[in-house]
């Protein structure tokens, strides 16, 4: 069982999710409803994932629970696009909040190998 707290890529993912919460406040619900859901939950998603993970029986049901988090981390990128495209967050907006998710999705990954990685020496 896993701390999620000490894991750097969960500490990094909730504080990107708190942030895209405020960055879309001002999405109107008429216009940017359905994106400003889509965008925050596939954000939270990342982080939720990784605790969901912290709580599996083996190394390699915990690096599946890991992979979705990578699978949902691209899914917040596409989303920061299409706000950037429909105009709803800057051109700067986005490639901050890009270059954290893409960093995230890095730290998750390395992370991923590195469960994997210590199961195969455990066998």
């Not at 999405?27 to 605790?51: E, H, M, W």
Request: hydrophobic letters at 40%; aromatic letters at 6%.
């Amino acid at each position: 069982m896993q701390d999620f707290k000490q894991i750097k890529a969960w500490q990094r993912a909730h504080a990107l999710a708190i942030e895209l919460h405020k960055a879309t406040r001002h999405f109107s619900r008429v216009n940017a409803g359905t994106l400003r859901k889509q965008l925050t939950s596939a954000a939270d998603s990342v982080a939720a994932t990784i605790v969901e993970g912290c709580g599996a029986a083996t190394s390699p049901e915990f690096a599946r629970y890991l992979d979705i988090a990578i699978k949902s981390a691209n899914e917040t990128e596409y989303h920061l696009l299409a706000a950037r495209d429909r105009e709803l967050i800057s051109q700067r907006q986005c490639e901050k909040f890009t270059a954290e998710v893409v960093e995230i999705r890095k730290m998750t990954i390395g992370y991923r190998k590195r469960v994997l990685a210590n199961d195969r020496r455990e066998r």
